[in-house]
Nanobody, 114 residues
Framework: QVQLVESGGGLVQPGGSLRLSCAAP????????MSWYRQAPGKGRELVAT????????NYADSVKGRFTISRDNAKNTLYLQMNSLKPEDTAVYYC???????WGQGTQVTVSS
């Protein structure tokens, strides 16, 4: 069974930073592209960033380009999302995702507010 466990969310002021982590024990993490999604209150789930198996190809939503960085450590089976220059509109629940059995984590809340 594939399990994804996010952590690192919280309350931060506008302009601040957070680093999200997604632990992925128990499967061949390095064999799968991974993604971060987010869902703001009253809105649909939005793709934030995707990273290929080797970490060489990265894709971002236009709304986060230049502020967020997706990365992975295949030795630790962990996915990361470094979020800088946070804005109130980044407030959402953030999820990591793998195509293996269409698996989602439980989500971590990020709130950007003064």
């Amino acid at each position: 069974q594939v399990q994804l466990v996010e952590s690192g969310g919280g309350l931060v002021q506008p302009g601040g930073s957070l680093r999200l982590s997604c632990a992925a024990p128990g499967f061949y993490f390095s064999n799968y592209a991974m993604s971060w999604y987010r869902q703001a209150p009253g809105k649909g789930r939005e793709l934030v960033a995707t990273i290929t198996t080797d970490g060489r190809s990265l894709n971002y939503a236009d709304s986060v380009k230049g502020r967020f960085t997706i990365s992975r450590d295949n030795a630790k089976n962990t996915l990361y999302l470094q979020m800088n220059s946070l804005k109130p509109e980044d407030t959402a629940v953030y999820y990591c995702y793998t195509t293996l059995w269409d698996t989602w984590g439980q989500g971590t809340q990020v709130t950007v507010s003064s």
